[in-house]
């Protein structure tokens, strides 16, 4: 495991710019506001050498813990746990306030090695600032630019002393892509309040995620890795969990930052390979939650539903087949969508979540030999030849499978453009059903030869 650095700092000190930086991508939202960042959010860090586990953290509140900002300084105080060093963000520009004194004081009182950093001390602005950081009590303040890429070389020589002797080794083999040992890319999406970030951390058996009664907590894509036991035969699996802000209806997203969010979302499922659509049992099925799921199918997911809530469910089989009959009416392109009943708060069924989620990425994963492709695709010609439209036949020749993750099959034959939908549908749901693809999306490919005497 990479040593794990942790940035803390009061609101908009700039420690999600810093982290999307040291990550060489922006995926830490960052706005001007302050308290954008709520969740802890980890990312692998390369600087000039050195590789570690950068941890962002929500910006310190000095709040009743009960309140939003008080549960999120208790999330800060858990990340430094365990941390091998402390980056201490100030804006040199705005110089030091009570509130960075007060962090100053707890970083004190724990046995984790602090760098204290001054961000924003591009040009004589900051020189204020970065004098006045000397009394912070942590030594010279290394001065940086997180937005300009200054000071990099200065924050390398500050933590390779903590971080030399904790490099890998560098001969661990990655998996490759299409490896089912890999760990499970698992997103949870849904409509806000539907219970996202409590459901993790049921599975993952801690506060690892912001909760609360406020809808619209969660605001970064947050990926957490973690080992699943599974109960029938005890073996320790992979999984990527990703939690994900809470999707509208686009006409309700006015906010920037939740225009932001919800891009984070999307992003989550093209990266994911399995995507749980987490319904609200008081709600029910909505509108909203077909438009997600068919933006999971169209981006080639692999779909599993969950009713989650269920403890609190009224009339629970009414509730389970009203929801499916809709499931199967709204998303007819995948019909028998897998359709589970769960509960964050007291962890039923989330065993029989993470094991469909196992199933169905093999499925996804899965590759035909073109030989057994083609006898199927025989056998479906003998049983509903295609139609002769205008008297002319339209020839199928053969089938082959070109892509995996989604599956992806292209079709020969001849005057292709003349093939009903409902004929290209009965091919995609005889391979579905005949060749054990369950309800993963297809995506089938016709393509015909070219004719030399078309001219």
Do not use: C
């Not at 922006?26 to 692998?44: I, M, S, W």
């Not at 006045?132 to 010279?140: K, R």
């Amino acid at each position: 495991m990479l040593p794990h650095v942790i940035i803390i700092g009061r609101p908009n000190v700039g420690k999600s710019t810093l982290f999307n930086r040291l990550v060489g991508k922006k995926l830490a939202l960052v706005d001007d506001q302050p308290g954008v960042t709520r969740d802890r959010r980890f990312g692998e860090a390369h600087l000039l050498g050195l590789d570690f586990t950068i941890v962002d953290t929500a910006g310190w509140e000095d709040d009743d813990p009960a309140s939003l900002p008080g549960r999120m300084r208790a999330q800060t105080e858990a990340a430094l746990q365990g941390a091998a060093v402390a980056l201490f963000v100030v804006d040199a520009r705005a110089g030091l306030t009570p509130l960075d004194e007060e962090i100053a004081r707890w970083l004190r009182g724990s046995t984790v090695p602090v760098v204290l950093l001054a961000n924003k001390a591009e040009g004589r602005a900051a020189e204020a600032g970065l004098l006045e950081a000397y009394a912070l009590g942590f030594g010279e303040p290394v001065a940086i630019s997180a937005e300009h890429g200054e000071g990099m070389a200065d924050l390398f020589e500050a933590l390779l002393p903590h971080l030399d002797d904790r490099q890998p080794d560098g001969d661990e083999d990655a998996p490759e892509e299409n490896d089912l040992s890999g760990p499970l890319k698992l997103a949870i999406v849904g409509r806000p309040n539907a219970g996202k970030s409590t459901l993790i951390n049921r599975l993952l058996g801690e506060d690892r995620l912001l909760t609360g009664p406020e809808a619209g907590i969660t605001r970064d894509a947050i990926a957490i890795d973690w080992l699943w036991r599974d109960p029938q035969n005890g073996e320790d699996r992979p999984v990527r969990l990703i939690d994900t802000a809470g999707m509208r209806k686009k006409a309700r997203v006015v906010d920037k930052l939740e225009k932001l969010s919800v891009a984070d979302a999307r992003r989550a499922v093209d990266f994911a390979e399995v995507v749980v659509l987490l319904l609200d049992a008081t709600l029910g099925l909505e509108h909203q939650d077909l438009k997600i799921a068919s933006m999971v199918l169209e981006e080639g997911r692999a779909l599993i539903i969950a009713i989650n809530k269920w403890d609190v469910a009224e009339n629970p089989s009414g509730l389970f087949n009203g929801i499916r009959a809709a499931l199967d009416e709204g998303l007819a392109q995948v019909r028998g969508v897998p359709l589970l009943a769960v509960s964050g708060r007291t962890g039923k069924g989330l065993d029989d979540l993470l094991r469909a989620g196992f199933d169905i990425r093999a499925a996804w994963s899965k590759r035909v030999p073109t030989a057994a492709l083609n006898r199927w695709f025989d056998d479906a010609l003998a049983v509903n030849p295609p139609p002769a439209p205008g008297g002319r036949r339209i020839k199928l020749r053969y089938i082959t499978q070109a892509k995996t993750r989604p599956p992806g099959f292209v079709l020969f034959g001849t005057r292709l453009d003349m093939l009903p939908e409902s004929y290209r549908r009965y091919l995609v749901n005889g391979i579905r059903r005949e060749l054990g693809f369950e309800a993963v999306p297809i995506r089938l490919t016709l393509r015909s030869p070219k004719n030399p005497f078309v001219k």
